[in-house]
Each structure stands twice: as C-alpha cells, then as structure tokens.
Nanobody, 127 residues
Framework: QVQLVGSGGGLVQAGGSVRLSCAAS????????MGWFRQAPGKEREFVARISYTGGSTYYADSVKGRFTISRDNAKNTVYLQMNSLKPEDTAVYYC????????????????????WGQGTQVTVSS
C-alpha cells in the first residue's frame, strides 16, 4: 500500500510559478510511474503529466507542454511538478498518482490506470 501526500499549492498571480511536491511512503517508490492530474470545479479530472519509474521518460498534456516540468527524486521518494507561466485556467486541485506498471503504458493519460492517489492540493491562479 502506497501513501501519497501532496504539498506546495497556493495562490499565485498569472505568469507566476509554483512547485508541487508529492511524497510517497509504504512502498518501493522506484517501482512506480508517477503522474499528476488536476480537476477544476465542475470539470472532470484531467491528465497533466507523467514520469516513468526511472525518470527517463516524461509525458505532458498539450495544455501544459513547455510550461510544466515533472521530475522525481527516487532517493527522496518524491515527485515534483514545476509549474511556470501559470494561467487562470490552470486553477484546479492537483493530484499526484502512482501507477504500478513498470512497462510502457499507452493509456497513461487515463486516471483509471493509476493505483494510488494523493489527497490533492489546491492551486489558484489569479488574473
């Protein structure tokens, strides 16, 4: 059983930056691919980014490509999401998630592919 605890959200002005962190415990972190999803009020949860269990491969939603960077530190059991050039439409609750499949998962953008979820952290971008 893996527990995920996200942190780092808050209120930021448009054009600003925020770094989210997600600390994992209770499992072998390096055995999991990690993802970030977000959910805005009244909308479905959507894929943001994913990083392979080694950190060698990353994937992004088109809406954040070039602005967000996902990374991981397996020694610290932590995954990060660096968010730059933030826009009001980035306002959402951000969730980290763990996927126990170590092989390439072509369905990586689907929330159902992830086994464990963090509690979510709010990011609000003011215009």
């Amino acid at each position: 059983q893996v527990q995920l605890v996200g942190s780092g959200g808050g209120l930021v002005q448009a054009g600003g930056s925020v770094r989210l962190s997600c600390a994992a415990s209770g499992g072998t972190f390096s055995n999991y691919a990690m993802g970030w999803f977000r959910q805005a009020p009244g909308k479905e949860r959507e894929f943001v980014a994913r990083i392979s269990y080694t950190g060698g491969s990353t994937y992004y939603a088109d809406s954040v490509k070039g602005r967000f960077t996902i990374s991981r530190d397996n020694a610290k059991n932590t995954v990060y999401l660096q968010m730059n050039s933030l826009k009001p439409e980035d306002t959402a609750v951000y969730y980290c998630a763990a996927d126990g499949q170590t092989h390439y998962n072509s369905q990586y953008y689907r929330a159902a592919e992830y086994d464990y979820w963090g509690q979510g952290t709010q990011v609000t971008v003011s215009s």
